[in-house]
């Protein structure tokens, strides 16, 4: 099972939302993360083919998935970033429907339907119309509508958006357990949501993939470059904008900091184990620490 990217690039103009994209993908989980406008969302697009590139090609299993067509739907399940509508169906309704359009048997149907909605945790809910769904809800649904056909490629634009920290937590173990035969894709720019999930983690900036790594090889790369000390806070307020800030906790005049640095900032710094957060910083700064 192989999902092959060669050279993927879709320009806007002058604008580059994805550039040269080259990549292969084969069973497993992985993390697509990258900052707001980062081509994350274009490049679902085109892999799950709604989208032509303007250069490059996406194969599966050698073959091109333009060509396979129909074929390669029936293997995909994809959750759009903007995924709602349907506001007068239930729960069950909607799967139900979507079950349908995409050929499944509906006695099949019901019990798959049945089955996911449990998975999700929305089985008490089923018979209630959508537009009542908190944001959370929705996206659970749109996870379910994805998992439908049994996919072994699945696409999940940003799944986590608007869930609270349990429903996370929840979908990070359903990802676990059903990617044994699968490829699974989700994008997100929030790092806990791979952190633990995610086999490997593409990191994308500018359009451009910047780094494919498992997240253990991406921590170690950091290794020795992330500290912390404690500073006053004028000290603090003076030297903010030349430090790479991944934290900073403030306490009675004293701010605790987590800063980014190949060399020993000051004498009082101590080196501490990375996480994913600094890589994210790392790769991308961060522009709201205060
Ligand atoms: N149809 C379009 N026409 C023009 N520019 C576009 C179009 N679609 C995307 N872009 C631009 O391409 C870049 C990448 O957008 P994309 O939505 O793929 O990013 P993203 O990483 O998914 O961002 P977000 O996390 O905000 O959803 C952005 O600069 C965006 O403005």
């Not at 929030?190 to 900036?205: C, G, Q, R, T, W």
Request: include cysteine; hydrophobic fraction near 40%; proline fraction near 3%.
């Amino acid at each position: 099972m192989m999902l092959k990217i060669e050279n993927v690039t879709q320009q806007y103009r002058d604008v580059y939302a994805v550039k040269e994209v080259t990549c292969e993908l084969t069973q497993g989980i992985y993390g697509l993360l990258g900052p707001n406008g980062a081509g994350k969302s274009t490049l679902m697009r085109i892999l799950v083919d709604v989208l032509k590139p303007t250069k490059g090609r996406v194969t599966y299993n050698g073959k091109e998935i333009s060509i396979l067509g129909e074929n390669y739907r029936d293997i995909l399940g994809y959750l759009p970033q903007e995924f709602g509508g349907y506001s007068h169906f239930t729960a069950q309704e909607f799967l139900r429907y979507v079950a349908s359009l995409k050929g499944i048997d509906s006695r099949v149907a019901h019990e798959k339907v049945d089955g996911l909605l449990e998975l999700v945790g929305l089985c008490n809910v089923k018979k209630k119309k959508l537009k009542g769904f908190s944001g959370g809800m929705t996206r659970r649904v749109g996870i379910a509508q994805a998992l439908l056909n049994d996919p072994l490629i699945l696409i999940l634009d940003e799944p986590t958006a608007g869930l609270d920290p349990s429903e996370r937590i929840r979908l990070r173990g359903i990802l676990s357990e059903i990617s044994k035969d699968k490829i699974i894709l989700l994008s997100t720019h929030i790092v806990s949501d791979i952190e633990y999930v995610a086999n490997e983690v593409l990191l994308i900036k500018e359009g451009e993939l910047i780094q494919k790594k498992a997240p253990k090889e991406l921590l170690a790369a950091l290794n020795g470059q992330v500290w912390t000390m404690v500073m006053n806070e004028d000290d603090f307020l003076k030297n903010k904008q030349h430090l790479k800030l991944v934290n900073a906790s403030h306490l009675q005049g004293q701010v605790e900091i987590r800063i980014i640095s190949d060399k020993e900032p000051h004498e009082q710094a101590v080196t501490v184990e990375p996480r994913l957060e600094d890589i994210y910083v790392y790769y991308f700064g961060a522009n709201d620490v205060v």
